[in-house]
C-alpha cells in the first residue's frame, strides 16, 4: 500500500501543470489531516507551490522566466469553479479589466451567490462578497462589467473619454445580452448602454 505521499504525488504528477489544485480533491487518499500533512511534506521537498491557504500549482517552466506561480485572477476562477459560483468583478477590478484603468489592483473584489470570504494570493487579496441575486444576472462579458465599472466611476464624474470607450466595448457584446443586461442596472447606466444599440 502506498503512503498517502506517494499516492497525492501520483495524481499530480498526471495533472498539467499549472492548474491549480485543491486540498480536497485528494480527500479519497486519505484523512483530511494526512493529505495537509502530505501536500506540507510535498510543498517542503518543492514538488508543488502553495499558492493560498489550501491551494497549491505544480509550477508552469518558462524558458524565459523560470517558475511561474498563477495569478490571483486564476485562484480566483479556480475557486468560481470549483465551488460552481458566479461571480463578477467590481470596483477598480471591473475597470481594470475593462481597459479603463491601468492600475493592476491588489485587492480583488468579486461579487458572488456563493459565501463571502477573504482569500490571500501573495500580496493581492480576493474578496467574495455575497451579492444579491438579481446583480449576479447579467449574461454579457462585457456588459455586466460595464455596470460594475460604472457604479465605480460614478454618474457625476464619468468623463467623455471613458463614455466613448464604453460605447466601443459595448459595440462588441451580443446584442441579446445588452437587451437581457441593461434592465438590470441603475437607471443613468441604462441610458449610456442604450447608445450602444442604436
Not at 457604479?151 to 437587451?179: C, P, Q
Amino acid at each position: 500500500m502506498q503512503s498517502v505521499e506517494k499516492q497525492i504525488l501520483a495524481k499530480i504528477k498526471k495533472t498539467r501543470r499549472g492548474v491549480l489544485l485543491f486540498a480536497e480533491d485528494f480527500n479519497s487518499l486519505g484523512s483530511a489531516e494526512a493529505v495537509r500533512l502530505a501536500l506540507h511534506r510535498l510543498e517542503k521537498k518543492e514538488e508543488i507551490t502553495r499558492v493560498a491557504q489550501g491551494i497549491y500549482v505544480r509550477q508552469r517552466v518558462s524558458e524565459l522566466i523560470g517558475k511561474t506561480r498563477p495569478s490571483a485572477e486564476e485562484v480566483a476562477a479556480a475557486i468560481a469553479k470549483r465551488d460552481r459560483i458566479r461571480t463578477i468583478p467590481t470596483g477598480s477590478y471591473a475597470l481594470n479589466a475593462l481597459g479603463l484603468s491601468t492600475q493592476v489592483p491588489m485587492k480583488i473584489v468579486l461579487l458572488t451567490d456563493g459565501s463571502p470570504r477573504i482569500v490571500k494570493v501573495g500580496k493581492r487579496t480576493i474578496k467574495f462578497k455575497r451579492a444579491s441575486p438579481k446583480t449576479l444576472l447579467a449574461k454579457g462579458p462585457i456588459s455586466r462589467l460595464v455596470i460594475q465599472a460604472l457604479k465605480e466611476i460614478g454618474n457625476a464624474n464619468l468623463s467623455d473619454a471613458e463614455e466613448r470607450k464604453i460605447f466601443e466595448l459595448l459595440k462588441r457584446e451580443k446584442r441579446e445580452h445588452l437587451l437581457h443586461d441593461i434592465p438590470l442596472a441603475p437607471v443613468w447606466i441604462q441610458k449610456i448602454m442604450k447608445k450602444a444599440l442604436l
